[in-house]
C-alpha cells in the first residue's frame, strides 16, 4: 500500500517539494495537500507585479488545478490544519469562511466541523504571515498587507477611491509595494523607521541614493519616523500620526514591515518551536515523521525570506523522505536579492559592511547617474556586495558568491566585466546542477534539455518551458549565453508572450498602452507602439483587440481585416464565398425558407448544404454577387466567416419535447439577439439544451446551457468537439433566462479581454482553471463582474447586421471582382 | 524591344491598404497600394493551390494568401517558402494614373524560375 503523505501549506515551498518528490518517485505516495488560500500554488514573488499591472494574475500561476489532478493529489482547498494529532498519525484542518485572511492567527472557520486525515509522513510548510507593529486604529476599512493574490485585489479595489496612500516599511517589498500603487494613480509615501531604506541590504551611502532614485520617481521618502497611530475621520482613513507628533495626510495604509514564521500548527502539535519550526540538516522536526521547508522553518539558527533557500531545502528533503539519497544534507544557503522595482537596478548578496581591516572593500561611485557599486573581498572571495543603478554583471557575482569561488586579482573585472576578455563565469563551465534562475529554482540541466531536446531557441522559450528567467529576470543573460554556447545564436521568439509578432507588449500591456493612449486604429498603434512597421500578420489580431476595446469607438480599417471580414462571407477554396444567414435557435418558416430558395436558384449558387449549426449554407457565390444575395435573403447575417459569437443551437425544450424541463428555444433565441455579432479572439459556438439528455451537444461547446430538474439552468463552458474534443466545465447553475444571459455575457467578456488571439475557449478555460474562473465570474473575487457586464452591453448596443454593407457599401470597390482592362499603348523600350 | 504598358486607372480606385484584381489579356494581377503609398503588381494565383493573392492582408512589403497563409514578398514575388514565388510586375504613378509594364510573351508559370522572378 502507499504510504500516506500530508502537506500543510500550498505555498511556494509545499507545491515545490511536492514537485520534487514526484520527479523522484511519481508513486510512491498517497498526497494529500492543506492549502489555506483559495487558489492553486501561484508565483508570490510576482505579485510585487500584479500589483503594478504588468502581469495579470493569471500568468503567476505556477500549479493549476489541472496539476493536483494529473498528479492525483488531494487538494484540500481553503482548509486549514490546525493541528498534528502525533499519537494517532492523523492531521486535522477545518475549512476557512470565504472572508477570513489565510495567514491570521484569529482565523474564521467556515463549519466546526474537523477533517481528519491520517498520515504517515508530514510536511509543514505553512510559510510565515506579515508583521504589523503596534499602530492605534490598525484593521479598519482601507488599512492592508501585502502578502497574497487576494491582498492586490484588495489593494487595487480600495485604491480606486483613494488619492494619497502610504506605505509603512522602507523595506525591498514595501518599496515593491509603493511602485505599484503609483500605477494606480496615487500619491504614495514610503515611511521607514530605520535612518535608510531596505537597512537589511544596504549601506548609508547607498540608502541614500536609493531614496534619490525612488523621489525621481515620485514617490515620498520619510525615513526616522515611527508610525503611532492611523487617524480618521468619519470612519474613512484621513492621516497618519507619527510619535513625534506629527502626521501626513492619506486615504489608505498598506504594512510591509517584515515577516514572521507561522508555527501555529507545529506548537499545537508539541513540536520544538524558537523563531520557526526548528529542523535539523534533513529538514526534519523534532518528530521523525514530520519534515519542514520554507519560511516557517528555522534551520541552523537562521530563518530565510527568499525562494532560494526552499529549493535547496526542498531537493534535500525530498531525497529523504523518498529514501532516494538517504544521506542528503542541507547546510543552509547563501542569499542574495534583487529588487524588482521599474526603473531601480539594484542587487544585493552577503554582508553589506565590514569592520575587519583585512577585507578589501571596493568601491565605484557616480551619483551624476545614481550607480553605487560596491564590493567586500574576504580571502578572496566574494563576501557582499551592492550593484546600485547598475547590476549588469550581477548575476555573474551571484554566481561567483554562492559558489564561493576565486575572484580575479584584477578586481576592476568584478565591477566592469570582463577587461581581461575572458567571462568571469562561463555558464558553459558551471556544473549541470548548478542552479541559473533562482527565482524559480531552474538548474542548468533543465535549460539545456530545454535547448537540446525541445528546441527552445529563445529566452522567452526557455522560460515557456522551464519558468528560467520568469522571476526578477536577473538571469536572463545566463539563459542567452547557454542558448549561444549550444546553437550559435539566441533567437528572439516573440511570438510566444506577445499577443501579436508585430508589437512587442503582452496582452495586458498592450491592452494598458492602448488604454492610455488613446489608440483607435491599427494603423495607429503600428505608429506609436512598432515604431511605424506595419505587420501583415499583426494586422487582422490588433484589428480583433481594438474593437473589444473600443466598443462602438473603433476606427475600422478594413485592410486590417481578414478577406472574411472585409466582405462578411467565408472565403472557399475556389475563391468563391458562401452565405449564411442567422437562423435564431435554428428555427426558420416557410417564408424565409422560400427567400432562400429563391436567391439559390437566381444566383446558380453551387451547393445548398444544413450546416451543424442550424442553419442554412449557400456556397459558391461570387464575391460581387454578396450584396445582391444579401438583400434578395432580407435575413441578418449569420456571422459564419468570422472569430466571433456564431450560432446557439438548440433542441426542441419543452414546446414539444416529453422530456424537457427548460425552454431551450426560446434561450437559444435570447442568446442569438443579444449576442449575434459580438467578436471575439476565435469563434463561439453555443448551445442550449431541454434536459440533461442534451441532444443539441451543449456539454461540448463553447458555452453549453442545459436545463435541469427545477427549472434551473446549467452553464458549461470550454466546451469542444472539434479536433479537440473536450466536455465543457460547469460555471455554475442559475434560475431565471436572464441569468443565464447576463452569466454568459460576463465569460464572453472576460474571454473577450484575457484571451490570447486564435485561443479557442477550451485552451483558454483550461489554461486558467475552471476554479478560478468560477471564483471571478461568480463570486465576483477580483471585483470586477460590474465592469464585465457593463463593456458587453456596450459591446452588444454597438451591434450592426454587417450585411446592410449590401446598400451602403463600406468602401468603394469592396464587392468588385476582377476588372477587365485592355493593354494601353505599345512604346519603344529607351531604359 | 518594344514594351506594352496599361492604364490601371486612378490611383484611389485601390482601397487603401488592400489589393484589387484585373484581367489583362486572360492573366490575373493582383495590385497593391499600401498605406505608406507604394504600389505592387503580382500575379494573383498562388502557386500553392491557387488562392486569389489580392484579397490577402499586407503589411510591412508582404501579402498573405487568404487561403492557407504562405506569404509573398510584393517587390521580389519571393515566397516563404524557397521553391515558391509569383511574378512581379513593373508599376509607377504618373499624375494620378497607375501604369504598368506588361511583358510581350505571355507567361508561363510552370516555366518560372523563383530566382528570375522579378527581373
Ligand atoms: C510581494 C512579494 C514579493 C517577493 N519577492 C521576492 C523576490 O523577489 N525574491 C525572493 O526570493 N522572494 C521574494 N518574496 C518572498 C517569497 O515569496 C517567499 O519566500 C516564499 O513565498 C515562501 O514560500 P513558503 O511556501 O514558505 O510560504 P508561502 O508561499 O507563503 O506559502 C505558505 C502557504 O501556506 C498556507 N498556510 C499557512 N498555514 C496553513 C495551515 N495551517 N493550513 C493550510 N495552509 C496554510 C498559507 O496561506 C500560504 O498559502 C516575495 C514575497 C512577497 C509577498
Ligand atoms: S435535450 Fe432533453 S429536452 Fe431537449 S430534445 Fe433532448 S430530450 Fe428533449
Ligand atoms: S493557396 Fe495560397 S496559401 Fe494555399
Redo the contacts with the bound molecule.
Keep these: 500500500m502507499k504510504k500516506k503523505l500530508v502537506v500543510i501549506g500550498n505555498g511556494m515551498a509545499g507545491a515545490r517539494v511536492v514537485e520534487e518528490i514526484l520527479s523522484r518517485t511519481p508513486d510512491q505516495f498517497e498526497i494529500v495537500m492543506f492549502g489555506a488560500e483559495p487558489y492553486g500554488n501561484y508565483n508570490r514573488i510576482l505579485l510585487s507585479n500584479v500589483l503594478n499591472q504588468t502581469q495579470d494574475p493569471t500568468e503567476v500561476m505556477m500549479n493549476p488545478f489541472s496539476w493536483y489532478k494529473e498528479n492525483h493529489i488531494t487538494l484540500h482547498l481553503g482548509v486549514k490544519a490546525f493541528k498534528i494529532d502525533r499519537t494517532k498519525k492523523v492531521v486535522l484542518g477545518k475549512p476557512l469562511s470565504p472572508e477570513a485572511v489565510p495567514y491570521l492567527h484569529d482565523e474564521k472557520f467556515a463549519t466546526q466541523e474537523e477533517m481528519v486525515v491520517p498520515y504517515d509522513y508530514v510536511i509543514i510548510a505553512t510559510g510565515s504571515r506579515p508583521f504589523v507593529p503596534p499602530i492605534e486604529g490598525w484593521g479598519q476599512a482601507g488599512t492592508f498587507l501585502f502578502r497574497t493574490l487576494d491582498d492586490c485585489h484588495s489593494i487595487a479595489q480600495y485604491s480606486q477611491k483613494c488619492h494619497k496612500a502610504v506605505v509603512i516599511g522602507g523595506g525591498l517589498l514595501g518599496l515593491e509595494a509603493a511602485r505599484g500603487l503609483l500605477t494606480h494613480q496615487l500619491e504614495v509615501t514610503v515611511v521607514e523607521a530605520a535612518a535608510g531604506l531596505m537597512a537589511n541590504q544596504l549601506d548609508q551611502e547607498s540608502a541614500q541614493i536609493l531614496k534619490r532614485t525612488m523621489e525621481a520617481m515620485g514617490i515620498r521618502v520619510l525615513t526616522s519616523m515611527k508610525t503611532s497611530k492611523i487617524i480618521s475621520n468619519e470612519n474613512k482613513i484621513s492621516a497618519l500620526g507619527f510619535s513625534d507628533g506629527t502626521s501626513i495626510e492619506t486615504d489608505m495604509v498598506v504594512v510591509s514591515a517584515g515577516i514572521r514564521p507561522i508555527t501555529e500548527v507545529a506548537q499545537a502539535s508539541g513540536l520544538n518551536v524558537n523563531k520557526g519550526i526548528v529542523c535539523d540538516d534533513q529538514m526534519r522536526t523534532s518528530d521523525f515523521d514530520i519534515f519542514s521547508l520554507g519560511e516557517c522553518v528555522e534551520h541552523r539558527g537562521k530563518l530565510y525570506g527568499l525562494v532560494e533557500p526552499i529549493w535547496e531545502q526542498a531537493r534535500v528533503l525530498a531525497d529523504i523522505v523518498t529514501g532516494v539519497a538517504p544521506q542528503a544534507v542541507y547546510m543552509g544557503s547563501k542569499t542574495g536579492t534583487k529588487l524588482k522595482v521599474m526603473g531601480v537596478e539594484l542587487a544585493s548578496m552577503g554582508e553589506k559592511d565590514t569592520d575587519r581591516i583585512e577585507d578589501e572593500v571596493l568601491v565605484y561611485r557616480d551619483p551624476n547617474r545614481g550607480i553605487y557599486k560596491k564590493l567586500i573581498v574576504r580571502d578572496n572571495k566574494i563576501h557582499g556586495a551592492i550593484l546600485l543603478g547598475d547590476t549588469e554583471f550581477a548575476d555573474t557575482l551571484m554566481q561567483l558568491f554562492m559558489r564561493e569561488e576565486a575572484v580575479p586579482q584584477n578586481r576592476s573585472e568584478l565591477l566592469f566585466g570582463f577587461v581581461s576578455g575572458a567571462a568571469l563565469v562561463k555558464a558553459s563551465d558551471l556544473p549541470d546542477h548548478a542552479q541559473i534562475c533562482n527565482c524559480n529554482g531552474v538548474s542548468k540541466k533543465q535549460i539545456m534539455h530545454a535547448i537540446t531536446e525541445n528546441n527552445c531557441s529563445s529566452v522567452a522559450a526557455v522560460g515557456g518551458k522551464t519558468k528560467a528567467g520568469k522571476g526578477c529576470g536577473s538571469c536572463r543573460g545566463m539563459i542567452a549565453q547557454l542558448i549561444e554556447d549550444c546553437l550559435g545564436k539566441v533567437s528572439y521568439d516573440a511570438s510566444e508572450h506577445y499577443y501579436v509578432t508585430g508589437v512587442p507588449l503582452e496582452k495586458s500591456q498592450l491592452v494598458r498602452e492602448i488604454q492610455t493612449r488613446g489608440l483607435k486604429s491599427v494603423s495607429r498603434v503600428f505608429e506609436i507602439l512598432a515604431q511605424g512597421k506595419e505587420d501583415a500578420d499583426s494586422k487582422a489580431g490588433l484589428a480583433s483587440l481594438l474593437k473589444t476595446i473600443w466598443p462602438g469607438e473603433y476606427e475600422d480599417e478594413r485592410d486590417a481585416r481578414f478577406i472574411n471580414d472585409r466582405v462578411h462571407a467565408n472565403i472557399q477554396?475556389d475563391g468563391t464565398f458562401s452565405v449564411v444567414p442567422r437562423i435564431y435557435g435554428g428555427v426558420t418558416t416557410p417564408d424565409e425558407l422560400m427567400r432562400i430558395a429563391q436567391a439559390a436558384v437566381k444566383y446558380k449558387v453551387k451547393m445548398v448544404k444544413i450546416t451543424g449549426g442550424q442553419r442554412i449554407d449557400l456556397l459558391g457565390v461570387k464575391k460581387e454577387v454578396l450584396p445582391l444575395i444579401w438583400k434578395d435573403l432580407g435575413m441578418p447575417s449569420g456571422h459564419a466567416y468570422t472569430k466571433a459569437f456564431r450560432t446557439c443551437k438548440s433542441c426542441v425544450g419543452t414546446d414539444f419535447c416529453r422530456y424537457g424541463v427548460g425552454d431551450s428555444i426560446d434561450l437559444a433565441q435570447a442568446i442569438e439577439y443579444r449576442f449575434q455579432g459580438i467578436e471575439s479572439p476565435h469563434k463561439m459556438k453555443l448551445a442550449t439544451a431541454g434536459c440533461p439528455r442534451n441532444c443539441s451537444e451543449a456539454y461540448v461547446k463553447d458555452i453549453g446551457a442545459v436545463a435541469i430538474e427545477g427549472g434551473s439552468w446549467e452553464i458549461y463552458i470550454g466546451g469542444a468537439a472539434g479536433s479537440t474534443v473536450r466536455k465543457g466545465d460547469l460555471l455554475c447553475t442559475v434560475k431565471t433566462q436572464e441569468e443565464v444571459l447576463a452569466m454568459i455575457g460576463r465569460f464572453i467578456q472576460y474571454y473577450r479581454e484575457h484571451a490570447k488571439y486564435l485561443e479557442r475557449t477550451y485552451g483558454f478555460v483550461e489554461r486558467i482553471g475552471i476554479d478560478i474562473l468560477r471564483n471571478i465570474l461568480v463570486k465576483d473575487s477580483l471585483g470586477i463582474c460590474n465592469q464585465l457586464d457593463e463593456r458587453i452591453a456596450q459591446a452588444v448596443a454597438a451591434y450592426k447586421d454587417p450585411w446592410k454593407e449590401a446598400d451602403i457599401p463600406a468602401y468603394s470597390g469592396q464587392f468588385e471582382g476582377p476588372r477587365l482592362i485592355e493593354v494601353l499603348r505599345e512604346a519603344e523600350n529607351n531604359g | 524591344m518594344k514594351k506594352r504598358f496599361v492604364n490601371i486607372g486612378p490611383i484611389d480606385r485601390i482601397p487603401l491598404g488592400q489589393g484589387i484584381s484585373f484581367l489583362i489579356d486572360g492573366e490575373e494581377i493582383a495590385v497593391f497600394r499600401s498605406r505608406g503609398g507604394e504600389i505592387f503588381a503580382i500575379e494573383n494565383?498562388?502557386?500553392?493551390?491557387?488562392?486569389p493573392?489580392s484579397e490577402?492582408i499586407i503589411g510591412g512589403g508582404k501579402v498573405?494568401?487568404?487561403?492557407?497563409?504562405?506569404k509573398f514578398d510584393l517587390a521580389t514575388g519571393q515566397g516563404g517558402e524557397k521553391h515558391e514565388c509569383v511574378r512581379v510586375f513593373k508599376v509607377w504613378k504618373d499624375e494620378d494614373q497607375i501604369f504598368m509594364e506588361w511583358p510581350t510573351a505571355k507567361i508561363k508559370p510552370q516555366e518560372k524560375d523563383c530566382a528570375m522572378v522579378g527581373l
Design positions: 477554396k | 494565383r498562388c502557386p500553392h493551390r491557387q488562392g493573392l490577402g498573405i494568401c487568404p487561403l492557407h497563409g504562405h
